[in-house]
């Protein structure tokens, strides 16, 4: 014998039709381990009982009148849910906690138990989170914070990561629970030493690309500011990394900010420091800024057109007269850090219009690095695709050997308008996935519409990237009188075309 769950459908909603059912397994001393009733519908779950006993219940239940149907389950709404939910987080890459209001562990991930807590297979449900990181002051910094998503960076176990702490309230903003997502950071955003991007990891084919790493090389040997642009997702950052890596500065500390994801009255405290005091909630002792904590290595500053009005002025007077003075002080600090920006935005444009300080640019672009968007560099996709594929695999224990024809031509023929960082997302997606060993077309989701491109031929991704390439070079040479003509328009050198063409065996004069 074992416990049955039950579901019965009612064809009206009328007083004491749950009562009559209630009666019957009364009647037949039936135990009642949990019951949810609903409009129309009731979900109970009932004690082990005898075969013979079930069967006439059945039959006086089934002839009650208002009541449609009874069915046996397997798995009531919720436990669906639930078991579904659970399914999902646990093969996010990342740790999700749980918590109800006296932050007593509800549920935890895969992530979470294995990487976070390293309970190695011990249940921790209904633990307090104080045994592992200070919840007390979490909340009370989202009290401070009105509720709402706060950010902290918790060092546990010699591990750091980025907590986001997000309150669960109903409609009627009553909270029921916390749920607290951790994120592993390589090392302390404020002190980064640990640093280990090189020109060899930024991932390139395609001759724009080359030609865009032979330029970060070179400015990498002088010490000058350098302006790094670019849309979201191309990977300036990585860039910022290589050339602090390759300059005579890589032994000192490398520090990044973001000056989009800091609120404006923070963001000046995080760049310059503060004096003891200044600040309700501050550092008694105060604290150095970017600029004193980088002593001598590289400032990476991220987004700076974002950076507001006053604080561009702020940094103008530092790169000038290279001292800092922190906020609430009247001394200045000598400071010797070389300075990397990056921005997605038109920052001529900003300068036009009065968004972005003229003399400021002139200071931090001495160099500029354009990084060209993936859409414009698709020979790059195939050494992309190797890279990430076997990332992903490791990361979701799969053994992903190859990827279909349809597959592929959706990643050639899509736009890539979130560039490196969306192909990264979209090929974790599929891996995560897909049910066998090959990438399918199912698999490969999307975040806009593509335009279907005919003509593509090819079993490999970088198959069909040639044949693309042999595609467009026959097209350009039919419209243009001459090679040099139809290599301007490739934006492509002239020998670099004489090349393609030998490779794909194409004679103009046979087209």
């Known amino acids: 014998m074992k416990t049955k769950k039950i579901k019965l459908t009612a064809v009206e909603d009328r007083a004491h039709i749950t009562y009559e059912a209630l009666s019957v397994l009364h009647k037949y001393d039936v135990g009642l381990i949990w019951m949810e009733v609903y409009a129309f519908v009731a979900y109970i779950k009932l004690m082990p009982v005898e075969d013979e006993v079930w069967e006439k219940i059945k039959n006086e239940l089934q002839e009650l009148s208002g009541w449609a149907s009874l069915e046996e389950i397997d798995l009531f709404p919720f436990e669906e849910k639930d078991t579904e939910m659970k399914k999902v987080l646990d093969v996010i890459p990342h740790g999700v906690v749980l918590l109800n209001r006296k932050g007593d562990i509800k549920y935890f991930n895969d992530y979470s138990a294995e990487k ?3 309970t190695e297979g011990k249940d921790i449900t209904g633990l307090n989170i104080n045994k592992f990181i200070d919840f007390k002051k979490l909340i009370a910094t989202l009290k401070d914070n009105n509720m709402s998503l706060i950010k902290e960076n918790l060092e546990i176990s010699n591990q750091l990561y980025e907590a986001n702490l997000q309150p669960i309230v109903n409609k009627e903003k009553v909270l029921s629970s916390y749920l607290i997502s951790f994120y592993e950071i390589d090392s302390n955003i404020y002190n980064r030493f640990d640093n280990p991007i090189t020109f060899d990891d930024i991932i390139a084919e395609s001759n724009k690309m080359l030609v865009t790493i032979k330029s970060g090389k070179l400015y990498s040997k002088s010490d000058s500011p350098v302006l790094i642009t670019g849309e979201s997702g191309t990977g300036k950052e990585l860039f910022a990394r290589a050339i602090h890596n390759e300059s005579k500065r890589k032994n000192k500390p490398f520090i990044a900010i973001n000056c989009a994801a800091i609120p404006d009255q923070l963001l000046e405290s995080e760049l310059f420091g503060y004096e003891g005091g200044t600040f309700t909630g501050g550092r008694k002792e105060g604290k150095p800024g970017i600029f004193e904590i980088a002593g001598g290595g590289t400032v990476f500053l991220d987004e ?4 507001p009005p006053h604080l561009q002025a702020k940094l103008l ?34 300068v036009k219009n009065k ?17 060209p968007p993936l859409r414009d560099r698709k020979e790059d996709l195939p050494a992309l695709y190797e890279h990430f594929a076997q990332k992903h695999s490791k990361r979701y224990r799969k053994n992903i050997t190859g990827i279909e024809k349809e597959a592929m031509r959706k990643l050639i023929n899509y736009n890539w308008p979130g560039n490196v960082r969306e192909f990264q997302n979209v090929l974790e997606r599929a891996i995560a996935l897909t049910v066998s060993n090959e990438i399918a077309a199912k698999d490969i989701i999307l975040n806009y519409d593509i335009v279907p491109m005919d003509g593509i031929e090819g079993k490999s991704l970088k198959g069909c990237i040639e044949s693309l390439e042999k595609k467009k070079i026959i097209e350009s040479l039919k419209n243009n009188k001459s090679i040099r003509d139809a290599a301007k328009e490739l934006d492509v050198t002239h020998t670099l075309l004489i090349n393609r063409m030998k490779k794909y065996d194409i004679d103009k004069n046979n087209i």
Do not use: H, P, Y
């Open 317 to 350: 007077r530092v790169l000038q007269e290279k001292r800092v003075r922190r906020v609430g002080s009247a001394n200045e600090v000598n400071v010797d850090v070389r300075l990397i920006s990056a921005t997605n935005q038109n920052i001529d444009e900003m």
């Open 116 to 118: 976070i807590f390293n």
């Open 304 to 307: 700076i057109g974002d950076m």
């Open 355 to 371: 968004e972005f300080r003229l003399e400021l640019l002139f200071r931090i672009n001495i160099f500029n690095i354009n990084i």
